[in-house]
């Protein structure tokens, strides 16, 4: 099949939720990395990707005024940002801008009230990443990274800017301890996880460490001040490379005098500043009262749970995952709250007992997939407020229509919260009340 390209003139007319410039061409839309709305471009269209709708940005002839200089020397390669050439101001209308896009095409409803976006610093944020290890013979070197873009490889990188301090050094240190190891082929992955006080990295490891493997990865845990933490099979076999000095991983959330610690795979929030803002906006938005029994759903180790203990006179928490649920119930002891319980459920389902029962309140932060088998039984549980986080916009949306159309709920406000900037991920947030 011919690679002959035809290169052609465009005004970018649209931005795609994945941050892609959209030009309409010939009646059909193209989408284009890299350019941005109301740039006029030069694009060059392969013949053989046409059908896909796909163009390259080979130059910018009038850029856009929210065009800024990507201050990154990997971006445009590296899949880890895709908007680091649009204004951060303009990145956080655009991610509101997609929320809102959503929650009208999809379930056909307007927003009454906008809360304030919830932002935090642009840079060295990342406290949970997971980057790729893999051995180039080409290159013969290792490389450490985010993956690249629209491809399986990894990024070739020294350094990241997104991810906290120390471990934005990282990727550069890890790939030259991994090549001098017996095991540069067989480590395909590194797990970062940091908190308030403590730093871990967790090493896939595909073979048997030797001795100056271990002496290797020890003499990089203290260069980073880091714990290192060897995983040969599923989650169930992370260990500390040095048990005896390894710390406890946990963050504050101070408003709220609550502490959680967590393992260095658990899920937590990336974003430290912007989640303890998002908890806040979220018990804020509930308005409880101190008779209130509340229903947090994908409770992960207790992120909303235990602040909301704090104001309610019961929770319950509900998570799939049984070392999270075990996690949140050990977090409850730590902090003194015994007015906190958990519970191990599939969510997918919808015959579990709690969802068949009355509640005040309900907190929903589900993955991408969305609550949809929990919506579908909100008018039965007949919380007279429900807040819903979500990760993904269009499953959101889907699921407001049904609170909406069929549960008897009337969306009353709706927010973002900017956990990943630069990138076109976005946490939203949307309120729902009890139409009477």
Not at 183 to 197: F, I, N, S
Request: charged share 25%.
């Amino acid at each position: 099949m011919s690679r002959e390209q035809a290169e052609i003139e465009a005004t970018i007319v649209g931005l795609t939720h994945d941050g892609h410039g959209i030009a309409a061409l010939d009646g059909e839309r193209v989408f284009v990395p890299g350019a941005l709305p109301g740039e006029r471009a030069l694009l060059s269209l392969e013949r053989r990707r046409r059908r896909r709708g796909q163009a390259n940005l080979i130059e910018v002839i009038t850029p856009a005024a929210e065009r800024v200089e990507p201050p990154c020397e990997y971006f445009g390669r590296c899949g880890g940002c895709a908007v680091q050439h649009l204004s951060y101001e303009a990145q956080v209308r655009f991610k509101e801008s997609v929320v809102r896009d959503a929650l009208e095409r999809i379930a056909r409803l307007e927003a009454p009230e906008w809360l304030v976006p919830l932002t935090g610093d642009q840079w060295h944020y990342r406290r949970r990443a997971r980057l790729g290890v893999r051995y180039v013979d080409g290159k013969e070197r290792v490389l450490v990274g985010f993956k690249e873009r629209a491809s399986r490889y990894v990024t070739d990188m020294s350094a990241c800017r997104v991810l906290v301090k120390p471990m934005d050094s990282l990727p550069g240190q890890l790939s030259l301890t991994v090549a001098q190891t017996s095991l540069k082929r067989q480590l395909p992955q590194a797990e970062v996880a940091v908190g308030d006080d403590a730093r871990a990295v967790v090493l896939r490891v595909l073979g048997e460490p030797t001795a100056n493997d271990l002496t290797l990865f020890a003499d990089l845990g203290r260069d980073l001040g880091v714990d290192i933490y060897l995983q040969t099979g599923g989650p169930g076999t992370v260990r500390p490379l040095e048990p005896e000095t390894a710390s406890k991983l946990s963050y504050r959330l101070e408003d709220f005098d609550v502490e959680l610690e967590f393992a260095p795979t658990d899920f937590i929030q990336v974003n430290a500043a912007v989640n303890a803002a998002m908890v806040g906006q979220v018990v804020d938005q509930l308005a409880i009262t101190a008779n209130d029994r509340v229903l947090d759903l994908y409770c992960g180790l207790g992120n909303f749970s235990l602040p909301l203990a704090r104001r309610a006179a019961e929770v319950v928490g509900v998570e799939g995952e049984g070392g999270l649920v075990a996690r949140a119930a050990h977090n409850a002891r730590h902090n003194d709250i015994s007015n906190a319980q958990f519970i191990t459920a599939d969510l997918h389902q919808d015959d579990w007992p709690f969802l068949r029962k009355r509640w005040d309140l309900v907190v929903l932060d589900p993955p991408r997939a969305g609550a949809q088998a929990a919506v579908k039984l909100m008018r039965k549980m007949g919380p007279r407020r429900v807040v819903y986080v979500s990760c993904h916009p269009a499953t959101l949306a889907r699921d407001a229509l049904e609170l909406t159309a069929n549960q008897g709920y009337r969306l009353v406000a709706a927010g973002i919260a900017d956990m990943f900037p630069h990138t076109y991920h976005v946490e939203a947030l949307a309120v729902f009340d009890r139409g009477d």
